[in-house]
């Protein structure tokens, strides 16, 4: 069993930065993946970043490429999104997931685990 908790959400004016956590509690192998996702009002859930714990690799949505960076400390078992350039289309509620299997099925999030209880982002223009 693996618990999350995320923090580090809140309000933002376009142009700003925001750095989300994500404390991971419970048995976590190297060989996990972790995402964060996303899902705004009246949207589908859609993958936002995520990183292979054992090397290091990370995937990232063409949207937030150049913008967002997804990071983890695997001792400390916590995974951080550094948010830059943020854009009013960024607002939504923000999670973190594990995928047990590893990031092959990243961004499908029909395929992640554990979900934390999510983090709310709010960019205005």
């Known amino acids: 069993e693996v618990q999350l908790v995320e923090s580090g959400g809140g309000s933002v004016q376009a142009g700003g930065s925001l750095s989300l956590s994500c404390a991971a509690s419970?048995?976590?192998?190297?060989?996990?993946?972790m995402g964060w996702f996303r899902q705004a009002p009246g949207k589908e859930r859609e993958g936002v970043a995520a990183?292979?714990?054992?090397?290091?690799?990370?995937y990232y949505v063409d949207s937030v490429k150049g913008r967002f960076t997804v990071s983890r400390d695997n001792a400390n078992n916590t995974l951080y999104l550094q948010m830059n350039s943020l854009k009013p289309e960024d607002t939504a509620m923000y999670y973190c997931a594990t995928d047990s299997m590893g990031c092959p099925s990243w961004p499908d999030w029909g395929r992640f685990d554990y979900w934390g209880q999510g983090t709310q982002v709010t960019v205005s223009s």
């Open positions: 990183i292979y714990r054992a090397n290091g690799r990370t």
């Open positions: 419970g048995v976590m192998y190297r060989t996990y993946c």
